[in-house]
């Protein structure tokens, strides 16, 4: 066997098990749950086939084309919402913040990063309760007659959602503007441009893909949580998550569960298509 | 504009730090309910906690599936880094793509999938289960940034090992590991943290043996408690912990 050969054939030998491990447990029961969304529930037992039912099903049902929705308007208020914090956050942290703090005030600005996913959305379930700090305080100073309602409604889910999205976003965008030359901002400078336009028409522009590929990072990772949802937004209102969720639960409707996650994945496949462009996947 | 940045600065840093400061301060809350006023401080809560079975099980069981996975998930990355990034196959792209795949993937989807062909075959949930999904999740993130770890100079320090006529095992454990180290420990940490953290793959795919995730969120059903501040604040502690001792090792020395 020539060098070369063998060269590749070890090579390939590396790369065999991962591939495989990807193929029977990710591309399979993947294949099986495309597999699955065609089937159909009849009382408690699957009947195998190949039928549209549940999809048609999904855009029909009010319910269901509802959790649709919901998703989609959570995540997009989030997306915007989290972007439109973390920018200044990070501009502020990588220039206004004296370079020996730098380190620690991100730190700070990243800490709750650290605990656990769920206590985390239990944490804002004691804050944002009835008898939380923050209803304490609006009504303590007067500005509030009484506690509101915030838990168990869609402002919880997105409070909750945007406060973990603010930190992964903080970090994303820091990355990207302690990465820019100074250069560019001092020739603006140089050419007459004020700090605002030197921001809006230099730095912004130049931060574009960083922000873009935290955005669609904060999309994908917002549209499938469940937790976060259901711990703070409760049942009121359904997050295609939820639904997952609850037909898994309720009756073991693996069939309409799967429907659903191919529609998840359709949606944050389209999300990846639209945005791709301003994505820089490799510099994550 | 400097005023206004420090108070946004205050503002932002409130909002992010709130929930976690309430969290461990009404873990020593002297009362049934974590929330103002503080009546006093005791540690009772940190005590029942530490002596409850159930959740030291849980502790046990998710160190136990984050170690193995990660670890797992860390070789076979290694591996396949190794390999692509040494010969150019036929369809390497396509390879790279395929195993970052599952990454653009929610863990629900993951999870669900999993949970489907186990039924299947027979395989119960367990944390058996928990590990090959955690595994799933995380190979993309190893092979990831072990590949991008493998520049130039690596490349070229490899194939001079070959020449000079190491077997490819040697290569790999006394040339690549080595180079490689800040790199893999840092993969390592993260699978680790991810798999420690992971909730939904957990809930889905374990039934008696759950992983610490899942015996919290049991825990949420009893509604508010200063117990479950108490467990919020000891992952967060640990958590810090780990932070801390990667800040002072391994971080440093990349820094200089």
């Not at chain 2, 790279?96 to 186990?118: C, D, E, N, W």
Request: with cysteine.
């Amino acid at each position: 066997m020539s060098i070369e050969r063998r060269e590749k054939w070890q090579g390939a030998a590396l790369v065999a098990p991962a591939l495989l491990w990807t193929l029977v447990f990710f591309a399979v029961p993947f294949a099986g749950m495309a597999l699955m969304s065609l089937a159909h529930l009849d009382g408690r037992e699957i009947v195998q086939g190949f039928d549209l039912g549940n999809y048609l099903k999904i855009f029909t049902e009010p319910a269901l084309r509802r959790g649709i929705s919901v998703s989609l308007e959570i995540t997009a208020l989030v997306t915007v919402l989290s972007v439109l914090l973390a920018w200044p956050l990070a501009w502020i942290i990588a220039t206004v913040v004296p370079a020996r703090w730098r380190r620690l005030v991100l730190l700070l600005a990243v800490l709750p990063f650290w605990t656990s996913y769920v206590v985390r959305s239990y944490s804002w379930a004691l804050v944002l309760g009835e008898k939380g700090v923050v209803m304490n305080a609006l009504v303590g100073i007067g500005l509030l007659a009484e506690p509101v309602q915030i838990m168990a409604t869609r402002a919880a889910t997105v409070i909750g959602f945007v406060h973990f999205f603010v930190m992964l976003l903080t970090l994303t965008i820091y990355s990207n503007l302690v990465q820019l030359s100074p250069n560019y901002a001092r020739a603006a400078q140089d050419l007459g441009a004020s700090r605002w336009q030197v921001i809006w028409h230099v730095i912004l522009p130049l931060t574009l893909p960083g922000v873009m590929t935290g955005a669609f990072l904060t999309f994908v990772l917002c549209i499938g949580d469940y937790i976060t949802p259901q711990i703070l937004g409760g049942n009121n209102e359904l997050s295609l998550p939820q639904l997952i969720m609850l037909q898994l639960g309720r009756r073991g409707d693996y069939p309409m569960a799967s429907a659903l996650s191919v529609v998840l994945m359709a949606i944050v496949t389209l999300a990846y298509v639209a945005s791709a462009r301003w994505l820089k996947m490799e510099r994550m | 504009m400097r005023a206004l940045s420090w108070a946004y600065l205050i503002a932002m840093l409130g909002f992010i730090l709130l929930p976690v400061a309430m969290l461990v301060i009404f873990s020593f809350q002297d009362g049934r309910l974590p929330v103002p006023p503080l009546k006093g401080v005791t540690l009772e809560w940190y005590g029942k906690v530490l002596s409850d079975r159930a959740l030291m099980e849980a502790l046990v069981n998710s160190l136990l599936v984050a170690f193995v996975s990660a670890l797992t998930a860390l070789v076979l990355g290694f591996l396949a880094a190794s390999g692509l990034a040494r010969v150019v196959l036929p369809g390497s792209a396509w390879m790279r793509g395929a195993l970052i795949a599952p990454m653009t993937v929610s863990y629900l989807i993951v999870a669900l999938g999993l949970l489907q062909m186990f039924g299947q075959v027979g395989i119960r949930p367990s944390l058996l289960a928990t590990g090959i999904g955690h595994v799933v999740i995380n190979l993309p993130l190893c092979f990831a940034i072990t590949y991008a770890a493998i520049g130039e100079h690596q490349r070229s320090a490899l194939k001079a090992a070959r020449d000079l006529g190491a077997r490819e095992f040697q290569v790999l454990w006394f040339v690549a590991a080595p180079m490689l180290a800040p790199a893999l420990a840092a993969a390592f940490f993260l699978a680790f943290t991810f798999s420690w953290d992971e909730f939904i793959i957990a809930f889905l795919l374990t039934r008696f043996d759950v992983t610490l995730p899942v015996e919290i969120w049991s825990m949420l059903r009893s509604g508010l408690s200063p117990a479950t501040n108490a467990v919020g604040s000891l992952v967060f502690l640990v958590s810090l912990v780990i932070l801390v001792a990667l800040e002072l090792t391994l971080f440093r020395k990349g820094a200089k």
